[in-house]
């Protein structure tokens, strides 16, 4: 055998997941636009009924996938990464199905329970990029997985806009045809890159909601500082994108059309840095210091959004927060270098569970803060503030990194490079 063929090996596995990641995030962003109408539809009441219909949806989702992330993860380092990545597009698959069918209110809520517990694909794909990537090169192999969902979520809210033209349920269908033909590739090109001889006991304590991260917290203490770090990271991250389309309505009056356009501009953005810049940065100026510099563009681009008088000045804040999603992928990877080969599964796992805890908390918290300002538009506005809360929550996050990576190289490893 020669050196070449497991390199080769690893670039079609790693193509793979990249295309799966594309497919999931466009499956699901697909019915973004009309989910909204196509529950106002089916139960014919106000606007603001369909909104918080719309909120429990996104709270249900998110707890389900916090309660099922830890044994996906489990499950991958038992039995492979192939099988959840393989059960979790069939799952997706039927989600849609059942939305795309759902005569009412009920049915509908089923689709997102399901959705909730087949949301694993993306935590195994980033096992999964462990398992056939060096460990120096995983801030690299993890950025490619942030470009694939923001391809998917640029293309996917044009699309199912578009495809809603001619049906409310045609996204529903689009994206159940993808997840499936997704699953059905992976059935007989994705090979299982867990051997056999590499893969962990299965602890049925491990399947604890919370157990992916008390057994982080628990077994690697030296991570609290940097899980803490995540946990704000997280909370902001997802605070600040459900308040931007109700700030810039209330403030600048902006159309669905300039909000997707916002979207759009920040997908194209981001994927931009992740897809070209994660590999270079993580060589110089290496991990550490590239996880600090995003957290600290973070704040001032969300700083930006929350002082911007304008929708012009609003913009501005935008390549700010897309150089700054560059610290995701440095954090993903300094976690995975900590852990054990055999433990990259519940790493994820615990990953997961950080972001849909996050996920649950972050819209109530948020939504709290802007309608205690929403009414306030005077020169001196503090409408802005949950932007601002988010920017501090940040800034708290950079101040954790800065001191608990104090003594690691450049690469964030603890090693000089």
Do not use: C
């Not at 594309?22 to 973004?32: C, K, P, R, W």
């Not at 809520?109 to 398992?131: E, K």
């Not at 529903?172 to 090979?191: E, I």
């Amino acid at each position: 055998m020669t050196m070449s063929t497991p390199r080769a090996r690893r670039g079609a596995a790693t193509s793979f997941i990249f295309i799966t990641v594309v497919l999931d995030m466009l499956a699901a962003s697909l019915i973004f636009p009309v989910l909204p109408r196509l529950i106002q539809t089916l139960d014919h009441g106000a606007m603001s009924y369909t909104t918080t219909v719309v909120g429990v949806f996104a709270t249900v989702f998110a707890v389900m996938q916090f309660a099922v992330s830890p044994l996906q993860g489990a499950l991958s380092d038992r039995f492979g990464r192939r099988p959840i990545v393989l059960a979790s597009n069939f799952g997706l698959a039927t989600d849609y199905l059942v939305m795309a069918l759902a005569p009412n209110l009920p049915w509908l809520f089923v689709g997102r329970l399901i959705a909730g517990v087949a949301s694993g694909s993306v935590s195994a794909a980033y096992a999964y990029l462990a398992d056939v990537t060096e460990p120096d090169k995983r801030a690299a192999s993890f950025g490619l997985i942030g470009a694939a969902a923001g391809i998917g979520s640029i293309v996917g809210p044009v699309i199912g806009g578009q495809l809603s033209t001619f049906d409310l349920r045609a996204p529903f269908w689009v994206a159940g045809a993808l997840s499936l033909a997704n699953a059905m590739y992976g059935l007989f090109v994705l090979p299982e890159s867990l051997p056999k001889e590499g893969r962990a006991k299965l602890d049925w304590r491990q399947l604890n909601p919370a157990g992916a991260l008390w057994w982080l917290l628990r077994t690697y203490p030296a991570l609290v500082p940097m899980v803490a770090a995540a946990l704000l990271l997280s909370l902001a991250s997802q605070g600040a994108n459900v308040i931007a389309p109700l700030y810039t309505i209330a403030r600048y009056n902006w159309t669905p059309t300039a909000i997707g356009l916002l979207l759009t501009g920040f997908g194209v953005a981001t994927f931009a840095a992740q897809a070209g810049l994660v590999g270079l940065v993580a060589k110089w100026p290496g991990e550490r210091a590239t996880t600090i510099i995003g957290l600290v563009l973070s704040i001032v681009g969300l700083v930006l959004f929350g002082w911007a008088e304008s929708g012009t000045q609003f913009w501005f804040g935008v390549p700010f927060l897309a150089l700054g999603a560059l610290s995701g992928p440095m954090l993903a990877a300094y976690f995975s270098r900590a852990v054990a080969p055999t433990e990259q599964g519940r790493l994820q796992g615990a990953w997961t569970s950080i972001n849909s805890l996050m996920g649950v908390f972050a819209p109530g918290l948020f939504a709290a803060v802007f309608a205690n300002v929403v009414h306030d538009t005077g020169p001196r506005s503090w409408i802005g503030a949950p932007f601002l809360v988010a920017a501090g929550m940040i800034a708290a996050a950079a101040v954790l990194v800065t001191w608990a990576t104090r003594h690691a190289g450049a690469d964030g490893s603890g090693r000089d490079r």
